[in-house]
């Protein structure tokens, strides 16, 4: 299986300020056919199912505001949530779906500073 | 709009069996390879069992491997998963999610509680 590392495990950052989190994967999860990184980060509030931002590593889900953005290629990838608003503490997963069994990273913790 | 509504949690005791219920609507059900993925309180997300469109091709984890069995019935839109001697460590919230062409687990469901505990 597919270890996804998330780091770090919570982060606190001041309203206004970028947020960054890390993924890495034990391997790489890049798709040579079509060039696509196979990696999906979720958000996911108290008492809520995780919600959807980024696949493919980089393309915003619908609906998701810009702020929200995705990097990376092979094994190590980036979310960056910039200007952060009171509304974006939640708990955020990577997640690898290249290859089954999909998996996920542990979860990083997103407070105000 | 998409939705998936999960129910059948319920507190169980160690050895005990009970099946899940996910309800789709708003797209074509059986186009759609469906997840059953779990959290444990306060852990995180964990892949359970997926199932392909017409319920040909079935995976498991290797912890619920023998014990939990995943199907579907297209006509009611509705996936299932039957749970079996069930221990404590399978205490979580249960979602059912919905792939797309983009992503394995798009759209979730709002979760059921399954309690193990005597």
């Known amino acids: 299986d597919i270890v996804m590392t998330q780091s770090p495990d919570s982060l606190a950052v001041s309203l206004g300020e970028r947020a960054t989190i890390n993924c890495r994967c034990s391997q790489s999860v890049l798709m040579n056919y079509n060039n696509k990184n196979y990696v999906a980060w979720y958000q996911q509030k108290p008492g809520q199912p995780p919600k959807l931002l980024i696949y493919?590593?980089?393309t915003r889900e619908s609906g998701v505001p810009d702020r929200f953005s995705g990097s990376g290629s092979g094994t190590d990838f980036t979310l960056s949530i910039s200007s952060l608003q009171a509304g974006d503490v939640a708990d955020y997963y990577c997640?690898?779906?290249?290859?089954?069994?999909?998996?996920f990273g542990q979860g990083t913790r997103l407070e105000i500073k | 709009e998409v939705q998936l509504v999960e129910s059948g949690g319920a507190l169980v005791q160690p050895g005990g069996s009970l099946r899940l219920s996910c309800a789709g609507s708003?797209?074509?059900?059986?186009?759609?390879?469906m997840y059953w993925v779990r959290q444990a309180p306060g852990k995180g997300l964990v892949w359970v069992s997926r199932i392909n469109g017409d319920g040909s091709q079935i995976n498991y984890a290797d912890s619920v491997k023998g014990r939990f069995s995943i199907s579907r019935d297209n006509a009611k839109n509705t996936l299932y998963l039957q749970m079996n001697s069930l221990r404590a460590d399978d205490t979580a919230v249960y979602y059912c999610?919905?792939?797309?062409?983009?992503?394995?687990?798009?759209?979730w469901g709002q979760g059921t509680l399954v309690t193990v505990s005597s």
């Open positions: 493919w590593a980089s």
């Open positions: 999610a919905r792939t797309t062409a983009f992503v394995s687990t798009a759209d």
């Open positions: 708003g797209f074509t059900f059986s186009a759609h390879w």
């Open positions: 997640q690898q779906y290249y290859t089954s069994p999909i998996t």
